[in-house]
């Protein structure tokens, strides 16, 4: 008899990533840690894969899906838990979350304390702090990847909130299976829901911890999930999230296919100075001319999570609706200003 098909979904979204991030690595597939293969001399050492877990029930679905396939395609599985220091006793429970990894199988496994600092709110700056923490774990250990249990409810989360800034097809995107330098993060359960997870844990009798900040009206998203996603889901039906979630697939298709577009057109519209030239700007697509004005504002030194829609629509005013006005101040003490048909972009 096979696995609760719970169980059997994560393994297999798991056993997926891991395929992935071998194939990649060139490194053979399917043989089994220990085997005389793996100890042969001259072999390099089998690869790392670490699972970022909370406690909660989406990451200790994915940690015990790790520990269970990670053997059988010659991985080593270890596990980080991140201590943002909000809440009394996340010291202990930070301990207690090594210990449930351990008790799975992973090594290694370490509990990182992060300070939180204030910068764009409480969820960025400790979402910052995690990334942090977590990039600095993986070039401790080696990882070649890091695991986030990131699930479909997650990301349609994560599309409306996009929504809602107002900032365009990147935003309604969502969160990419792979991200971060080199493709460090991994997000296996972009198609699970979130109650599969749970319902993993168990009926594998796996403890899980639910973090009061998930229902903390104080945090945007807590408000959108119990609020917000239950009310779309009463009056359009319960395939919102889904839906959500495809949409997100969809429009990073669209984005990347218009980021190329863009990178190839660039060259095109600079002069022999690399100057940008409004007239060559203004023929192109606005999706298209957006997205060069914004390399060349991030180029310029304006800092790319300051940079809003707004700011672009303000510069691309400059080429397409030419009054004569005066210069646009962007994050960054970048500035961008017309000057005789060219569009100069460059810190004030």
């Excluded at 010659?74 to 909000?86: E, I, P, S």
């Excluded at 060559?280 to 914004?294: D, Q």
């Excluded at 809003?308 to 646009?328: K, M, P, S, Y």
């Amino acid at each position: 008899m096979g696995p609760h098909p719970a169980v059997a979904a994560i393994r297999l979204a798991v056993r997926r990533v891991l395929h992935d991030i071998l194939t990649e690595l060139n490194t053979t597939v399917g043989v089994p840690a220990g085997t005389a293969a793996e100890r042969a001399p001259g072999r390099p050492p089998s690869p790392l894969v670490l699972v970022a877990c909370s406690g909660g029930a989406d990451s200790m679905a994915l940690a015990s899906a790790l520990a269970f396939e990670a053997p059988r395609l010659g991985v080593r599985a270890g596990g980080v838990t991140v201590d943002h220091g909000l809440q009394s006793g996340s010291d202990l429970r930070a301990e207690e979350v090594v210990l449930r990894l351990r008790e799975l199988g992973l090594d290694p496994v370490e509990a990182t304390a992060v300070t939180v600092g204030r910068a764009g709110g409480p969820e960025a700056a400790a979402r910052d702090a995690r990334y942090a923490a977590l990039d600095a774990a993986a070039a401790r250990h080696g990882a070649a990847a890091v695991l986030l249990g990131h699930t479909r409810d997650d990301q349609a989360e994560t599309v409306l909130l996009g929504l809602a800034r107002g900032s365009g097809i990147r935003s309604l995107s969502g969160m990419a299976a792979v991200s971060g330098a080199g493709g460090r993060y991994r997000r296996p359960f972009l198609q699970v829901d979130r109650q599969t997870a749970r319902k993993a844990c168990m009926v594998q009798s796996l403890p899980v911890w639910d973090d009061p900040h998930n229902t903390d009206p104080a945090y945007t998203r807590s408000r959108l999930r119990h609020e917000g996603l239950p009310a779309l889901e009463k009056a359009l039906g319960k395939g919102v999230v889904e839906a959500l979630a495809r949409t997100a697939q969809l429009s990073r298709d669209d984005a990347d296919a218009l980021d190329t577009w863009a990178r190839q057109a660039e060259a095109g519209v600079r002069d022999a100075t690399g100057v940008l030239e409004c007239a060559k700007l203004y023929a192109l697509p606005p999706a298209v001319r957006r997205r060069i004005l914004r390399r060349a504002a991030i180029e310029a030194g304006a800092p790319a999570g300051a940079l809003f829609a707004r700011h672009i629509e303000e510069v691309d005013r400059l080429i397409t609706g030419w009054r004569g006005q005066g210069a646009i101040n962007l994050p960054g003490k970048v500035v961008a200003r017309r000057q005789g048909g060219r569009l100069v972009i460059r810190q004030g």
